[in-house]
Structure formats: C-alpha cells, structure tokens
Nanobody, 121 residues
Framework: QVQLVESGGGLVQPGGSLRLSCAAS????????MGWYRQAPGKQRELVAA???????NYADSVKGRFTISRDNAKNTVYLQMNSLKPEDTAVYYC???????????????WGQGTQVTVSS
C-alpha cells in the first residue's frame, strides 16, 4: 500500500507564508505526477497546483505568482510554498499522487489525509 503523509498546515495572518510538504512511501515503482488540491467549507475540491515527473507545472489562476510547487524525486516528496496568503486561501489542502506500485501495476490515484490552512487576522 502507498501512503501520503502531509505536514505544514496551520494558522497564519494575511500576507504571511506557509510551506506544505507531502511524502509518499510504501510500494512505489514510479510517480507520474503529484499535486495539491484544496476544499473550503461548502465548496467543491479544486486543483491548486500540479507537477509532472518531468517537472512541468500548472497552477490555478487564483494562486499564480503567489504559490510555488516543487518536487524532490529522490525523496518522493512534493512541496507547496504559499506566499502572500489571503483569507480566501483558507481551506483543507490535500496532497494527490498518481503512482505505479510495480512494473505490472496500473496507475492509481492516492490522496493524503488533508491539512488545515487558516488565513485570518
């Protein structure tokens, strides 16, 4: 089984910064892509940022210029650096990864448990 473990969430004032991390462990042959989603109360889960195994990235328009996603392939870890945080960034942030567990396995989608980010004065 594959497990995604997230850390770095918390309470921060508007304009502040946080860095989230997510480490994948277990049976991993290869990781196709990793990303971050978020879900605010009463809202649908939305993609925040994603990065492929080749290093290409995509961001939601609302976070461009403020958030940066990065990946350490050797550690099977993805990061999300969040700067200039706004109250509307408040949500539960979920790590996502698309992983092959072995050479004969299909690609499977995995989710972390979520970490709370609250931006408030």
């Amino acid at each position: 089984q594959v497990q995604l473990v997230e850390s770095g969430g918390g309470l921060v004032q508007p304009g502040g910064s946080l860095r989230l991390s997510c480490a994948a462990s277990g049976s991993i042959f290869s990781i196709n892509a990793m990303g971050w989603y978020r879900q605010a109360p009463g809202k649908q889960r939305e993609l925040v940022a994603a990065i492929t195994s080749g290093g290409s990235t995509n961001y939601a328009d609302s976070v461009k210029g403020r958030f940066t996603i990065s990946r350490d392939n050797a550690k099977n870890t993805v990061y999300l650096q969040m700067n200039s945080l706004k109250p509307e960034d408040t949500a539960v942030y979920y790590c996502n990864a698309v992983i092959r567990e072995s050479l004969v396995s299909l690609l499977k989608n995995y989710w972390g448990q979520g970490t709370q980010v609250t931006v408030s004065s």
